[in-house]
């Protein structure tokens, strides 16, 4: 079968076509955001990609289209495709037909970490001998694949809340059915979808509706927005996590988080000894251990796997290290993440200037939904660079004058990058944040330091 994909180069669509790679399907796609890691994954699979969304690219017709939700009406590849009536379908609905439907689903959720969390535990069932079938939103480097069929019965996927096409406006994670689910946390983001928190809350009870009885919740003991969503309705048991009497609790926790010894109902179970950052990802690794004893891996065996756990592409990635300047890579999409970043990084490197450079580059972001909270959200860092989001008139340069450290707005990748060569100094950490391609910002630093003398 020749499958044709919209969008393949979304994090979530490229796991799509490696799945149907993996099944012997023929498979080619569309999109205009062609960059790494998604981009070379691609490649490397043998997928063929066309550049931009020319109906001709459904010329000859393909036997299935999977239409991602970037796809809009009025789209001249759309209205194509529903003029001459060609087959199509929604990423998530092909992948339940195709592969959840038979298999133990374990969905993670959540505002933020569901990628981090998501590459643990498709690790600790790996670790464990379960091969498990996994999709994550990210390239996990224990894996260097987002995506694969796996074994039965296991499949572990990123659960996200996003809506699933322009014909279908439910959250995709309505989809998966899953029998393990770990809800993470819940703030008010993608504000193109959703008109305000309670509309996230709505999907997230649909998801909870779909746990069956036999099945396992796995979520924060301190996140009130997940309270009120299980106190809309719940017919499953329950394993809350971090807090004292909490299922699952990290004691002994360094500051940075890269160490803590795990906690349940019967006493501690091991310690997880790291090279993560933060105490999100401490929550992380208890949701993910909680879950991988659902499906029968025992905690000791699970904090084991953490021991050897690699973290995911552009989550606090170090990019390179030259004249003593090191660069990260991370996939901020929300104050919250920022923040969190911005405490672990801080907690590791002590008092060494820390450069912040941020794209506003989702919606929520680029729109001035999180105005209020970037100022709190940056404070962690000496200096910061905004890059201006284009068509902005909201007033980024409000940001910048708020904060009580050196802070600018800049119009485009070059000139951060001419200011970075001129007053960073050895000893010096940017953290670059962005969950766009940023214009191969990293790329053309590293250049530029590889020159400084």
Same mark, same amino acid.
């Given at each position: 079968?020749?499958?044709?994909?919209?969008?393949?180069?979304?994090?979530?669509?490229?796991?799509?076509?490696?799945?149907? @790679?993996?099944?012997?399907?023929?498979?080619?796609?569309?999109?205009?955001?062609?960059? *790494?890691?998604?981009?070379?994954?691609?490649?490397?699979?043998?997928?063929?990609?066309?550049?931009?969304?020319? *109906?001709?690219?459904?010329?000859?017709?393909?036997?299935?289209?999977?239409?991602?939700?970037?796809?809009?009406?009025?789209?001249?590849?759309?209205?194509?495709?529903?003029?001459?009536?060609?087959?199509?379908?929604?990423?998530?609905?092909?992948?339940?037909?195709?592969?959840?439907?038979?298999?133990?689903?374990?969905?993670?959720? +959540?505002?933020?970490?569901?990628?981090?969390?998501?590459?643990?535990?498709?690790?600790?069932?790996?670790?464990?001998?379960?091969?498990?079938?996994?999709?994550?939103?990210?390239?996990?480097?224990?894996?260097?694949?987002?995506?694969?069929?796996? &074994?039965?019965?296991?499949?572990?996927?990123?659960? &996200?809340?996003?809506?699933?096409?322009?014909?279908?406006?439910?959250? @995709?994670?309505?989809?998966?059915?899953?029998?393990?689910?770990?809800?993470?946390?819940?703030?008010?983001?993608?504000?193109?979808?959703?008109?305000?928190?309670?509309?996230? @809350?709505?999907?997230?009870?649909?998801?909870?509706?779909?746990?069956?009885?036999?099945?396992?919740? !796995?979520?924060?003991?301190?996140?009130?927005?997940? @309270?009120?969503?299980?106190?809309?309705?719940?017919?499953?048991?329950?394993?809350?996590?971090?807090? #004292?009497?909490?299922?699952?609790?990290?004691?002994?926790?360094?500051?940075?988080?890269?160490?803590?010894?795990?906690?349940?109902?019967?006493?501690?179970?091991?310690?997880?000894?790291?090279?993560?950052?933060?105490?999100?990802?401490?929550?992380?690794?208890?949701?993910?251990?909680?879950?991988?004893?659902?499906? +029968?891996?025992?905690?000791?065996?699970?904090?084991?796997?953490?021991?050897?756990?690699?973290?995911?592409?552009?989550?606090?990635?170090?990019?390179?290290?030259?004249? +003593?300047?090191?660069?990260? #890579?991370?996939?901020?999409?929300?104050?919250?993440?920022?923040?969190?970043?911005?405490?672990?990084?801080?907690?590791?490197?002590?008092?060494?200037?820390?450069?912040?450079?941020?794209?506003?580059?989702?919606?929520?972001?680029?729109?001035?939904?999180?105005?209020?909270?970037?100022? *709190?959200?940056?404070?962690?860092? &000496?200096?910061?660079?905004?890059?201006? *989001?284009?068509?902005? #008139?909201?007033?980024?340069?409000?940001?910048?004058?708020?904060?009580?450290?050196?802070?600018?707005?800049?119009?485009?990748?070059?000139?951060? !990058?001419?200011?970075?060569?001129?007053?960073?100094?050895?000893?010096?950490?940017?953290?670059?944040?962005?969950?766009?391609?940023? &214009?191969?910002?990293?790329?053309?630093?590293?250049?530029?330091?590889?020159?400084?003398?």
């Amino acid at each position: 079968m020749h499958i044709h994909i919209l969008g393949i180069c979304g994090t979530f669509m490229a796991g799509i076509a490696v799945l149907a @790679k993996q099944q012997g399907h023929k498979v080619t796609g569309s999109d205009t955001s062609v960059y *790494p890691p998604m981009s070379t994954q691609l490649r490397e699979q043998g997928i063929q990609i066309q550049e931009g969304y020319e *109906p001709s690219h459904l010329i000859p017709t393909p036997d299935c289209v999977i239409v991602g939700n970037a796809m809009k009406r009025g789209m001249p590849i759309v209205e194509y495709l529903l003029e001459h009536n060609l087959p199509y379908i929604s990423a998530p609905q092909w992948l339940y037909e195709n592969v959840l439907k038979s298999r133990w689903v374990i969905a993670v959720a +959540g505002t933020h970490g569901k990628t981090t969390t998501t590459s643990m535990l498709a690790w600790i069932l790996e670790h464990a001998g379960l091969k498990p079938g996994f999709l994550i939103g990210g390239i996990p480097q224990n894996f260097n694949l987002s995506a694969r069929l796996g &074994d039965e019965p296991f499949f572990v996927i990123e659960a &996200d809340e996003y809506d699933t096409a322009f014909f279908d406006k439910r959250s @995709k994670f309505v989809h998966y059915h899953p029998r393990t689910a770990i809800l993470n946390n819940l703030e008010f983001d993608h504000a193109d979808i959703f008109p305000d928190l309670t509309a996230i @809350k709505t999907q997230f009870h649909h998801l909870v509706r779909t746990i069956p009885g036999n099945g396992l919740i !796995v979520c924060s003991a301190q996140d009130n927005n997940i @309270k009120e969503v299980l106190a809309m309705g719940c017919w499953t048991p329950i394993d809350y996590m971090g807090v #004292d009497g909490a299922s699952w609790q990290a004691r002994e926790v360094k500051p940075d988080g890269s160490e803590f010894t795990v906690y349940c109902e019967n006493g501690a179970q091991g310690k997880v000894q790291w090279n993560l950052l933060g105490q999100h990802n401490v929550q992380n690794a208890l949701a993910a251990i909680a879950a991988a004893r659902h499906a +029968g891996v025992p905690a000791p065996h699970a904090i084991q796997a953490l021991n050897e756990f690699k973290n995911v592409k552009r989550r606090l990635e170090v990019r390179g290290q030259l004249h +003593g300047i090191t660069v990260y #890579d991370d996939f901020a999409h929300h104050p919250t993440a920022v923040a969190t970043t911005l405490t672990g990084l801080r907690k590791r490197v002590g008092n060494a200037r820390i450069v912040a450079v941020l794209e506003l580059g989702s919606y929520t972001m680029r729109t001035g939904v999180h105005r209020k909270t970037m100022v *709190p959200a940056l404070k962690e860092a &000496d200096i910061v660079l905004l890059a201006k *989001p284009k068509g902005e #008139d909201w007033g980024v340069a409000k940001i910048a004058a708020a904060l009580n450290i050196p802070a600018q707005v800049f119009p485009d990748v070059e000139s951060i !990058v001419s200011e970075i060569i001129k007053n960073t100094r050895k000893g010096d950490h940017i953290l670059i944040m962005s969950n766009t391609g940023f &214009d191969g910002i990293h790329e053309k630093l590293l250049h530029a330091l590889s020159k400084k003398k």
